[in-house]
């Protein structure tokens, strides 16, 4: 299936292109599609992201101090954004996306983590 972006020819089962990763259902629109963030950015801040509301929500759970629920909810809702996009951009990346993918899915676990603790201070 030929992409609408890049006009890059994909085998006919793919549903991301192999080249630029638009969506090969969608008709391609200039406009919208402006930079995309590089995957492993992506993947670091999603990672950063999910741990601070971790550790935020751990230390406001013991009470070490009394910061408020959505301290540890804001990150957390942010780090489940950011990895759940880039498990969906990791996906399409051959060879080292599969660490990339694990990475991905360790940052989005840890920011549910993170957000469902800050949930459970209100
Ligand atoms: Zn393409």
């Known amino acids: 299936m030929k992409c609408p972006k890049c006009l890059y020819d994909n085998p006919e089962d793919t549903i991301f292109c192999e080249v630029c990763d ?11 599609d402006g930079p995309t963030m590089n995957p492993m950015y992506a993947v670091i801040v999603a990672l950063i992201l999910g ?9 406001t759970v013991l009470e070490f101090t009394d910061f408020e629920w ?17 498990l969906r951009t990791a996906r399409t990346i051959e060879g080292e996306g599969k660490t990339l993918l694990y990475l991905a899915a360790a940052a989005a676990i840890l920011s549910v983590v993170g957000f469902m603790l800050g949930i459970a201070l209100i």
Do not use: C, M, N, W
């Open 22 to 32: 638009h969506r090969l259902d969608q008709p391609y629109r200039y406009e919208k």
């Open 70 to 86: 959505f301290y540890a909810v804001i990150p957390g809702a942010l780090g489940i954004v950011i990895g759940t996009y880039s």
């Open 51 to 59: 741990a601070v509301a971790t550790v935020l929500a751990i230390v």
